[in-house]
């Protein structure tokens, strides 16, 4: 089944993406950014009408994006690495358009979860065709292209309930219960090295002779 598809019927989609819906705001809350593209279900309006969003406002590849370099403060990836194929060119191309201190939001099926057992043993077709990007190999390319990872959260747990934590948004701290992984990552901006415990300490010097 589509994915774009299947959060749109059933309960368990419905419930998973008023999950991410509100991950996604929590996230984004107290971020402030002037530019923002958001890769992956279109039809989820994440930035209220703040972001371009590929596949409906225009067509691009997520891995070659027509932006300069440091030019987007945002990037939203929902289920936008589900296959899995093209995870480190994404990585790359994200750190090259990101500004210095930009983030990067995304979510992605848990290929790792009980939920997979359960499709597998109902004999139901999982939402994402591919089943899903392991977190680890994400975070490995990710953090290879020189991302810091911020924040993780493991969403929509086994089994639901009628009424999830978190003013909606179902957490479980145990990855093997939950459908869903999101997670806020930085493009950290180089710092100062320390200077050499044989170098003279030209910082205090001076500041004693203020």
């Known amino acids: 089944m589509d994915g774009n598809v299947w959060f749109e019927h059933g309960r368990v989609g419905l419930f998973t993406a008023a999950c991410e819906r509100e991950f996604f705001r929590d996230a984004l809350r107290d971020m402030y950014f002037q530019?923002?593209?958001?890769?992956?279900?279109?039809?989820?309006?994440?930035?209220?009408?703040?972001?371009?969003?590929?596949?409906?406002d225009c067509m691009m590849a997520a891995e070659a994006l027509p932006f300069a370099a440091e030019s987007m403060d945002l990037?939203?990836?929902?289920?936008?690495?589900?296959?899995?194929?093209?995870?480190g060119a994404v990585a790359d191309e994200a750190y090259r358009v990101l500004a210095a201190e930009g983030?990067?939001?995304?979510?992605?099926?848990?290929?790792?979860?009980?939920?997979?057992?359960?499709?597998?043993?109902?004999?139901?077709?999982?939402?994402?065709e591919s089943g899903g990007?392991?977190?680890?190999?994400?975070?490995?390319?990710?953090?290879?292209?020189?991302?810091v990872f911020e924040r993780t959260e493991w969403l929509a747990g086994w089994p639901l309930h009628d009424t999830a934590d978190g003013g909606g948004r179902q957490v479980h701290g145990w990855p093997a219960t939950a459908l869903v992984y999101g997670a806020v990552l930085s493009k950290r901006q180089a710092g100062i090295r320390p200077l050499d415990d044989d170098y003279?300490?030209?910082?205090?010097?001076?500041?004693?002779?203020?």
Not at 200 to 206: E, I, K, M, Q, T
């Open 35 to 56: 530019t923002a593209l958001q890769l992956g279900l279109p039809q989820w309006d994440l930035t209220e009408g703040a972001a371009v969003r590929a596949g409906r």
């Open 75 to 87: 990037l939203l990836l929902p289920h936008a690495l589900d296959d899995g194929e093209s995870c």
């Open 103 to 128: 983030r990067l939001v995304l979510s992605g099926f848990n290929p790792h979860s009980v939920w997979r057992l359960l499709y597998r043993i109902e004999r139901k077709p999982f939402p994402c």
């Open 133 to 147: 990007l392991p977190f680890g190999r994400l975070k490995e390319a990710f953090e290879a292209a020189g991302f």
């Open 200 to 210: 003279p300490n030209v910082v205090d010097g001076l500041a004693f002779g203020m």
